[in-house]
């Protein structure tokens, strides 16, 4: 059932969105460059049927990659769809720019005294496939995370923030990671469906406990972002 309390969200013309919008920018570019190394953890050797489960596999993009989604959740909530939707625009405009910057730089001729022109081929080569996976698996991971948030604040109003903080993260976090996967696996070279399974979930289940693992810091974010900024109801 709908809430009867009007739902309000802050104004984008602040500083403290610009500054969340440079961080989501930042955290994209950086994500698709370090993805390009495959990561793997040996932890013992599992597996059902013909499909190997263990060691972990995941990538560099990892590491920093879930901070996205939090980043979403706070602009989400406090500055609402809109807001969010921008953001998601021009980080990926950030991160074609990269990209299209790292190829020109690659198909330069190289000076006599460069000898590494194999090594930054090798690193940054894959970029453009992995910006290719990305964008589209955050795209649709991203806006579904927006929208799910959104529509259970216009449902509950301000109360129950942590279920659709969680709810709409495993929603964009699932689509987002097949989606990137499916394109990006072959890319750091996963070359089996038993390998892709791996990575495919490791990275859902890796996320959504990133997610779980820092919600405190990211509502107490959001509490204070709805204390201090100026809002307006939807």
Not at 6 to 18: E, K, L, M, N, Y
Not at 179 to 204: E, K, L, Q, R, T
């Amino acid at each position: 059932m709908a809430s009867d309390q009007p739902v309000h969200f802050a104004s984008r013309g602040s500083t403290r969105f610009d500054i969340l919008l440079a961080l989501f920018c930042v955290v994209l570019v950086v994500s698709n460059i370090v993805a390009t190394k495959g990561l793997e953890f040996d932890i013992g050797n599992f597996s059902v049927g013909s499909y190997q489960i263990l060691p972990i596999v995941s990538d560099g993009g990892a590491i920093l990659f879930p901070l996205a989604y939090i980043l979403g959740d706070v602009i989400s909530e406090v500055y609402g769809f809109r807001a969010a939707r921008r953001a998601i625009i021009t980080g990926f405009s950030m991160a074609l720019i990269a990209f299209l910057t790292f190829w020109i730089v690659q198909e330069l001729p190289a000076a006599g005294f460069y000898e590494n022109q194999a090594a930054y081929e090798a690193v940054v080569g894959p970029v453009g496939r992995i910006i290719l996976g990305s964008v589209l698996g955050y795209a649709a991971g991203q806006f579904l995370n927006s929208y799910v948030l959104v529509k259970m604040k216009e449902r509950a109003s301000e109360g129950r923030l942590f279920a659709r903080l969680i709810t709409s993260t495993g929603v964009g976090e699932l689509a987002d990671t097949f989606i990137f996967c499916a394109i990006a696996a072959p890319a750091i070279g996963i070359d089996s469906m038993g390998v892709f399974w791996n990575y495919f979930i490791v990275g859902v289940i890796y996320k959504v406990a990133v997610e779980l693992l820092v919600m405190p810091i990211t509502i107490q974010v959001i509490k204070w972002l709805k204390k201090t900024e100026p809002t307006y109801f939807a």
